[in-house]
């Protein structure tokens, strides 16, 4: 009986110190905040982009950011811009996650929605996942994923695909 309350007080001892010691670690992950972050740099091919957003939070080697404007420059000087609520910029790999009322879009008013996007700003590729729109002035079509690549010029849609033809009223 004594045994088995010394074992017990022993196992007390060593579970208050293991969550001690785990209460020290965490005060050492110190998040920290950056207000209206950007980053402007190039890609691997030389070519800019530029990430902006209200409010960021450096966590190691993740940023993780909100109300995010992104624009990427394609070999052909075409502009890509990008926005989203929230996502994170891993800056050794160039690659952006990004969540939440995602719009891609260009200046020939072409635009895809989707509710989350990983891209790579190396390559400029753009992979987006659920409820994947495109829209532009002739076409609408919606997909469960989509790939864009190849400076802009190839788009894949990748399951469940419809397309709507958008008819323009003639003038009278």
């Known amino acids: 009986m004594i045994r088995n309350r010394y074992r017990f007080k022993n196992y007390l001892i060593f579970i208050l110190f293991i969550f001690i010691f785990l209460e020290a670690k965490a005060d050492d992950i110190k998040l920290v905040e950056i207000k209206n972050p950007i980053f402007t740099t190039k890609g691997i091919d030389g070519n800019p982009y530029e990430i902006k957003a209200e409010t960021g939070f450096q966590n190691n080697s993740r940023l993780d950011l909100y109300i995010i404007e992104a624009k990427l420059k ?8 990008l926005e989203a609520d929230k996502g994170s910029f891993y800056q050794s790999s160039g690659e952006i996650k990004l969540e939440k009322n995602i719009i891609v879009y260009t200046e020939d008013k072409e635009q895809i929605f989707a509710d989350l996007a990983k891209v790579n700003t190396n390559d400029k590729t ?47």
């Open 126 to 172: 753009i992979f987006l996942f659920n409820n994947v729109k495109f829209q532009n002035t002739n076409i609408q079509i919606t997909a469960n994923k989509s790939i864009i690549e190849d400076n802009l010029k190839k788009i894949t849609y990748i399951g469940n695909v419809k397309s709507k033809i958008i008819k323009k009223k003639q003038d009278e």
């Open 74 to 81: 394609t070999s052909d000087n075409v502009w890509v811009y």
